[in-house]
């Protein structure tokens, strides 16, 4: 697939935007290391090549255990590499960005609110939301992830 289109120069407002909810997130006080797994998971959701390897490369940077990154997808079954709140994060993400299907019961809410106060759980979802948008434009545009570049 060949690259569409580079959103952030062709509309640059709502790049910056988009850049001004990340660096809410990223001052929030919530774990980087949590929010790039939560970053990790919901694109792989999505499907999004470029923030998949984004993530997975910024996780490896600060030094997460490539024995947990491959893990991400299938963190159900990672068992300690997981910590209770890394679980409750994934869970979280994954009900909100399928919320055309989960509709976010009642006991994925009482979950995640057992691990994260009101204003951490507000700003775990903005992280979500903000890697769903980012997710659609990737996709959309066909942005190329770096390991694709470096093998072209």
Known sequence: MSHRIDYAKAAPEGYKAYFGVYTAVQKSGLPKELIDLVYLRVSQINGCAFCI???SRDLLK?????????????????GALFSTRERAA???AETVTLVADTGVPDAEYEAATAEFNEKELADLTYAIGLMNAFNRLGVAFRATPAAAAKAA
Request: proline residues 0%; without cysteine.
């Open 62 to 78: 600060s030094g997460l255990a490539i024995d947990k990154l491959v893990l991400v997808q299938g963190w159900r079954e990672g």
């Open 53 to 55: 390897d984004m993530h």
């Open 90 to 92: 994934l869970a979280w």
